[in-house]
């Protein structure tokens, strides 16, 4: 079976520009959630979404924005590209939104800001 | 809020040698505890995960245990090899709440 998948795997932009990253789960997880890692740092809680609602929201602005489609796959979107925006976004998913299930995660979108 | 610290930050080992990862956290209100692997520029690899109500955790060379009532999981790596090299990371999982990661251990494991 497919593990997570996400695209782009790189990506270049410029300040002020917006970029939307892509995830699509494990077959059979409803739940999504999205992580930013910058260099050096352990990844930091973006979203996370069950079942197409939004169950968490981690220390992010507005920018930051993401969705759930029906086949549970997920997009993040940030607009007004800054360049402390750049770092490895990350999708996880697991079955459901239990704390008790393991997260599983994709290899990451690496975002490049100039 | 729950805080993660990783010790040490840096490792370098000889091939061969047994090492230990620590990892504490402030909230023992916790469901699991899960080791993670991440390769330069990669995502983060599953190793273990370990419940609340369990000590240990094992996969193959690879030992979790986990002590929730003072907030600390260790990751013992047994006849440790170059292709070991990585970042470890721990991530306490307390339900409702997101994962929260330590900075990792950086290992490098000399041939």
């Known amino acids: 079976d497919a593990g997570v998948t996400q695209s782009p795997t790189h990506l270049i932009k410029t300040r002020g520009q917006q970029v939307t990253l892509r995830c699509s789960p494990i077959s059979g997880h409803k739940s999504v959630s999205w992580y930013q890692q910058v260099l050096g740092q352990g990844p930091q809680f973006i979203f996370q979404?069950?079942?197409?609602?939004?169950?968490g929201r981690g220390n992010f602005p507005d920018r930051f924005s993401a969705r759930q489609f029906p086949n549970y796959s997920s997009e993040l979107n940030v607009n007004a590209l800054l360049l402390g925006d750049s770092a490895l976004y990350l999708c996880?998913?697991?079955?459901?939104?239990?704390?008790?299930?393991?997260?599983?995660f994709g290899d990451g979108t690496r975002l490049s800001i100039l | 809020k729950q805080e993660v610290t990783q010790i040490p930050a840096a490792l370098s080992v000889p091939e061969g040698e047994n090492l230990v990862l620590n990892c504490s956290f402030t909230d023992s209100a916790i469901y699991n505890l899960q080791w993670f692997r991440q390769d330069p520029g990669k995502g983060l690899t599953s190793l273990l995960l370990?419940?609340?109500?369990?000590r240990e955790q094992t996969s193959g060379r690879l030992n979790a245990s986990l002590d929730k009532s003072s907030g600390r999981s260790t990751l013992y790596i047994a006849a440790s090899q170059p292709g070991d090299s990585a970042t470890y990371l721990c991530?306490?999982?307390?339900?409702?709440?997101?994962?929260?990661f330590g900075k990792g251990t950086r290992l490098s494991v000399i041939a």
């Open positions: 991530a306490p999982n307390s339900g409702n709440t997101p994962l929260v």
């Open positions: 979404y069950y079942e197409k609602e939004e169950r």
């Open positions: 370990i419940q609340s109500s369990q």
């Open positions: 996880a998913s697991s079955s459901h939104g239990g704390g008790n299930q393991p997260q599983h």
